[in-house]
């Protein structure tokens, strides 16, 4: 038979082990014992960072901590990279500061039209709406195409019916167009109405597409995008937010990828699927990949993108003025940036 041990000689032991564990074996106690991720997001590139005022930044910042946090809190939980990117850009649809659900550039004919993508790395599985104008948050639109369709990419009215049918909250014009987009578009019509009859006017570039791209604890890798597109774009006009390997890519044996900036540019280099191809066939790493992406091969002043590899490395690259980011992982990193700081 067994002795039992005394009480007192267990609770000795204990503090023994307590006393000799060093904290760095602690914090790798800690460590081991909570899930494993890695989270980006992105609040768009372009803008002119000299001319913003500290509130501006503040307030960006803080929207984009507060997106982050509800990702991070979902990862920690040991929830999916795929719910984690939803939730974040759900909660980055809805903050009028930027371009995607309400607060979204208008079209040449100040409408509203929404684009969005989301994509499991785990099975490539995708989903996509383009020109929607009524779900009002278009990433869940989006998730819906890939899990209740065969299909990859829904448009225009039949997105929104669609939508409808499944029972996603549906709003109208008044919701997703802010007063804010309202006047901006007031002048980029102005401003449009000189360049036509000869005046050498830059248009503004307007930013605010959002993002996100996560691992969870499964090495499962998701990413997704959501946006209004380019202020005074052609009506019907689709950018690569809701193209699968353009604005979007996610594959658990390479990387997850969303993009932001003129999308045409963005379609025509493939650019979210050309990242994943490089880690694949040319065995490149993240930063490097992103790296030639962005900076050699796209045009100057074209945008960025976001990004994780499988190994949890996380990258962001842009040849505008500012890319709006903000990551996190379970190591405690933590950053929130606007632009080159
Ligand atoms: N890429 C988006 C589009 O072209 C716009 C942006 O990212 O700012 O529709």
Redesign the pocket.
Same mark, same amino acid.
């Given at each position: 038979m067994m002795k039992s041990s005394h009480p007192l000689s267990i609770g000795l032991l204990t503090l023994i082990i307590l006393m000799t564990s060093t904290p760095r074996m602690q914090a790798q106690q800690n460590l081991a014992s909570k899930p494993r991720f890695a989270i980006i997001l992105h609040g768009?590139?372009?803008g002119e960072p000299d001319k913003w005022t500290e509130q501006y930044k503040q307030a960006r910042r803080e929207s984009l901590g507060q997106a982050l946090d509800v990702g991070v809190k979902l990862l920690e939980g040991g929830g999916s990279s795929l719910a984690a990117v939803e939730a974040v850009v759900r909660v980055l649809e809805d903050d009028p500061m930027f371009?995607a659900g309400r607060g979204c550039v208008l079209n040449e004919q100040g409408e509203h039209e929404l684009?969005a993508s989301i994509m499991d790395g785990r099975n490539l599985a995708c989903g996509a709406v383009a020109g929607v104008k009524r779900a009002k948050n278009p990433i869940t639109a989006a998730r819906r195409v890939m899990t209740d369709t065969r299909h990859v990419l829904l448009s225009g009215v039949g997105a929104d019916k669609f939508a409808e049918s499944i029972g996603l909250e549906l709003v109208s014009a008044d919701y997703f167009i802010t007063e804010e987009q309202r006047s901006a578009w007031k002048s980029w019509q102005a401003r449009e109405a000189d360049r036509k009859k000869g005046a050498q006017i830059a248009q503004p570039?307007?930013?605010?597409?959002v993002g996100c791209v996560a691992i969870d604890s499964q090495g499962n890798i998701a990413a997704g #995008?959501s =946006? @209004?597109?380019?202020m005074g774009?052609r009506w019907g006009?689709?950018?690569?937010?809701p193209v699968i390997g353009a604005?979007t890519y996610a594959a658990n044996d390479t990387c997850g990828v969303s993009? #932001?900036? =003129? @999308?045409?540019e963005?379609i025509r280099h493939n650019v979210a699927a050309d990242l994943s191809a490089r880690l694949r066939y040319a065995n490149q790493s993240l930063s490097a990949a992103a790296d030639t992406i962005i900076q050699k091969i796209l045009p100057d002043d074209c945008?960025g993108l976001i990004a994780i590899d499988k190994q949890y490395n996380i990258a962001a690259q842009f040849n505008t003025a500012a890319l709006a980011r903000a990551l996190a992982d379970s190591s405690g990193r933590r950053e929130i940036r606007l632009a080159r700081e």
């Open positions: 768009g590139a372009g371009n684009d570039r307007y930013l605010g597409t #995008t =946006t @209004g597109g380019l774009k006009r689709v950018g690569d937010s604005g993009c #932001t900036g =003129t @999308g045409e963005f945008g």
